[in-house]
Structure formats: structure tokens, C-alpha cells
């Protein structure tokens, strides 16, 4: 099974590496947007883990000084691709900012 994370948290993603490794996944990563949907156009994994909130790029380069909703792109591309995905994000301190991707994922079903 190969499996794509996208995680921008150095700590969120060495436990998701560690976590997938020990139990046999093949993982590949990225930190991005950009990079998150060019490598999930070119390896067409099995799964994709994504955060939700993650600083905007363009060009591989961050700009701005807060984090947006970049992981439902990656989301409903994978989603396009009839690739299963999850995902994983620490709401403790995005508060109500996260509510309506669980609003819409409860009326989509």
C-alpha cells in the first residue's frame, strides 16, 4: 500500500512516518500544496493523509503569515481521482475555522 501525506507540522509528520512505517506502508511526503498535488498526479497512491490548514505557496515558496484551508484542493483532487483520502489536522487551535469542511462532508455524506 502507498500512501501520500501532506503535513506542513515537522513533528505531525515524523509521527505520521513513523506511525506508517512500522506498520509496513509505503509513504511518500510533502509539505505543500503545490508539491502535495504534483506528487499525487505523478504516484497516484493508494490513500492520501492531508492536513487541512497549511501555509499558502506559490512556486514552492510560502507567502503570507497564516495558514489556509490548502488541504481540500489536495482533497478533492484526490477525490477526482477515485483515490480514498483522510483528513488529519490538530483542531485544538483552529477552532470554529474548520467547521464547515465537517459541514460539508456531513451533507455530502
Known amino acids: 500500500m502507498r500512501i501520500l501525506v501532506v503535513e506542513d507540522n515537522p513533528i505531525h509528520l515524523d509521527d505520521a512516518i513513523r506511525t506508517l512505517r512500522n506498520a509496513g506502508v509505503e509513504i511518500s511526503t510533502t509539505v505543500d500544496e503545490n508539491d ?44 477526482q481521482l477515485g483515490i480514498p483520502f483522510v483528513f488529519c489536522t490538530a483542531g485544538n487551535h483552529h477552532g470554529a475555522r474548520y467547521q464547515w469542511i465537517t459541514d460539508v462532508a456531513s451533507v455530502r455524506g
Open 36 to 79: 502535495g498535488l504534483e506528487k499525487l498526479e505523478e504516484s497516484l497512491p493508494d490513500g492520501v493523509i492531508t492536513d487541512i490548514f497549511m501555509p499558502l505557496t506559490k512556486g514552492h515558496r510560502r507567502y503570507g503569515s497564516t495558514n489556509e484551508p490548502c488541504g481540500v484542493a489536495i482533497a478533492l483532487r484526490a477525490e
